[in-house]
Structures are given as structure tokens and as C-alpha cells.
């Protein structure tokens, strides 16, 4: 059988290979917060945090899209453990992190919000503070 997607190498770069996946639910939910503990030719070596991610055909739906995105057969097993590895969700996560510390830095930083500060005894609550998702520009609706 002649595949219409041309085989494609696996950089091991499993977060970046995650983001590809046409995938949703529970699938996506392994995909992101699983660890690639090998890739061995075709077979993927995954380790999931919970035991629910790995249930009730995740890991054959995750095959399957794998599969899809490298245009090629692959092999998938997974086991349940603790990551330390690079998953998507925790470089997502860290991201977010690094975009609210930015948020944050720039609302204290603001010579209006100082002086607010300094000479009327304002306080900011920074649970309020929140970072512009890329949409937002800055101006109130």
C-alpha cells in the first residue's frame, strides 16, 4: 500500500512531536503529561504519573496518532511512574509561570502603580495580576 505522509524521522524531541498530535480527552491528556523514557526504532517507551491515563485504549489511541504523524507503524507501551523527564505539560506550565513572573514584574515596575504605592499606601493584589494572552490590547471593553 502506497501511504500518502512520507515517513518521518523522530528528532527524540517528545514534546515537540506531542504538539503535532491530532489528538483530544484523556489521549491528549497522556500524550502531554507522559515522559519518553526511550524511542527505540518504532517503539515508543512512555512513562504516565497516573494509572488512568494508561487505561481504556489511551495508549492504542495514542499509537494510532503517533503513527499518523510519522507516517510510519510505531510500537507504544507505557508504565505508570513518576516523571522527571521533559513532558509538554511541564514545559507548559513553566512557560506560564515565566509569562505571570513577567506580569507581575511589569505591574510593580509601573512608575504609576510606585507612586500609588509609595505615597497613598495602595496595595496590588496579585491575584489580579494576569499576563496579556496575545489578544488583549490593554484597552478596557
Known amino acids: 500500500s502506497v501511504d500518502a505522509t512520507p515517513a518521518v524521522a ?9 504538539a503535532r498530535l491530532k489528538v483530544a480527552g484523556l489521549v491528549k491528556e ?17 512513562r504516565a504519573p497516573l494509572k488512568t491515563l ?11 496518532a503517533l503513527a499518523a504523524a510519522l507516517g510510519r507503524v510505531v510500537r507504544v507501551t507505557a508504565e505508570v511512574g513518576n516523571t522527571t ?5 511541564g514545559i507548559a506550565a513553566q512557560a506560564s509561570a515565566e509569562r505571570q513572573r513577567q506580569a507581575e514584574e511589569a505591574i510593580y515596575g509601573d512608575p504609576f ?15 489580579s495580576i494576569r499576563p496579556r494572552d ?3 490590547t490593554g484597552t478596557k471593553r
Open 134 to 136: 496575545g489578544t488583549d
Open 85 to 89: 523527564g521533559p513532558t509538554a505539560a
Open 10 to 18: 523522530f528528532d527524540g524531541d517528545w514534546p515537540a512531536l506531542v
Open 30 to 46: 497522556l500524550a502531554q503529561r507522559s515522559e519518553l523514557v526511550a524511542a527505540e526504532g518504532d517503539h515508543f517507551r512512555l
Open 113 to 127: 502603580v510606585r507612586e500609588l504605592i509609595d505615597n497613598f499606601g495602595a496595595s496590588v493584589d496579585p491575584a
Open 54 to 64: 494508561i487505561e481504556a485504549g489511551t495508549v492504542e489511541k495514542l499509537k494510532a
